[in-house]
């Protein structure tokens, strides 16, 4: 018998709103979703996905009294067999640890419902076998509003040159132009800092550069000009070892 898979999984950069959305998931389905979020620990984030299907947390002996905890694998255990057609919601999957990921994948795998939330880097295994949504960045006029709200919560004067330099850093993300409101009002703020994966590649530049330079050696070799070729595989030699040398030192966001 063919199992309808129903699952999906939301993907976005940090700050973007798969939290927010989630918590209108749960806010509007109510006892039809149980919500799981992974802070470290795999039993406290199982007990939190038990506790919204009111299964108890401890053991019960013969005579109707609990005992100790269960443990991880009892838990699973148990929110596999109550889970039925509640929609299991799992926020920052990119967090989760490999065990979780794969129970995960057994519940989808059963025909479970699931929703997952994660960053677009670190997914793996089951978000591979169901379709991905990914959240786009709010518009200008959008992240405006939210800056101007943030800053009437904190009675924080802006001028609206100000409201648009913040709303064209920010990105889209809403959780960006909440923090640059607050970092104006702390008087922290810096520009220099970058958020997310916000920056442009060289690899094209040097792709082009090596290009260039490699149809130089290749005129050398045509006329016979043997400085043209030694200088056209000197630097073909040196941009190349560059862009591996490179991959050794910690990435930065650039602009």
């Not at 798969?18 to 007990?47: E, H, I, P």
């Not at 013969?62 to 269960?70: I, T, V």
């Not at 949504?133 to 009437?152: F, G, T, V, Y």
């Not at 004067?157 to 409101?181: D, F, I, S, Y």
Request: glycine share 10%; proline share 3%; net charge positive.
């Amino acid at each position: 018998m063919l199992v309808q898979k129903k699952s999906i999984c939301i993907t976005g950069e940090v700050g973007i709103g798969k939290t927010y959305l989630a918590q209108q998931v749960v806010k509007a389905l109510g006892k039809k979703c149980c919500y799981g979020y992974y802070r470290g620990d795999n039993t406290k984030c199982l007990q939190q996905i038990a506790s919204s299907l009111n299964i108890s947390l401890n053991q019960i002996d013969n005579e109707g009294a609990e005992g100790k905890p269960l443990t991880a694998k009892q838990l699973k255990e148990d929110i596999a067999e109550c889970l039925g057609e509640t929609i299991l919601i799992c926020d920052h999957f990119h967090r989760w640890p490999a065990s979780l990921k794969g129970w995960v994948e057994d519940l989808h795998e059963s025909g479970a419902t699931i929703l997952l939330l994660g960053n677009h880097r670190d997914l793996e295994g089951v978000t591979y076998k169901i379709p991905r949504l990914a959240l786009s960045p709010l518009k200008d006029d959008e992240i405006r509003d939210i800056i101007w709200r943030q800053a009437k919560q904190l009675s924080h004067a802006l001028t609206t040159n100000e409201v648009v330099q913040m709303a064209g850093r920010a990105g889209g993300n809403p959780l960006l132009a909440k923090r640059m409101v607050q970092e104006l009002h702390q008087g922290v703020e810096s520009t220099n800092i970058q958020d997310g994966n916000n920056y442009r590649s060289i690899t094209p530049f040097l792709m082009f550069t090596a290009g260039l330079i490699g149809a130089v050696r290749f005129v050398g070799l045509a006329t016979g000009d043997i400085r043209l070729r030694i200088v056209g595989g000197v630097f073909i030699t040196f941009l190349f070892s560059f862009r591996y040398l490179s991959a050794l030192f910690p990435k930065r966001s650039r602009k």
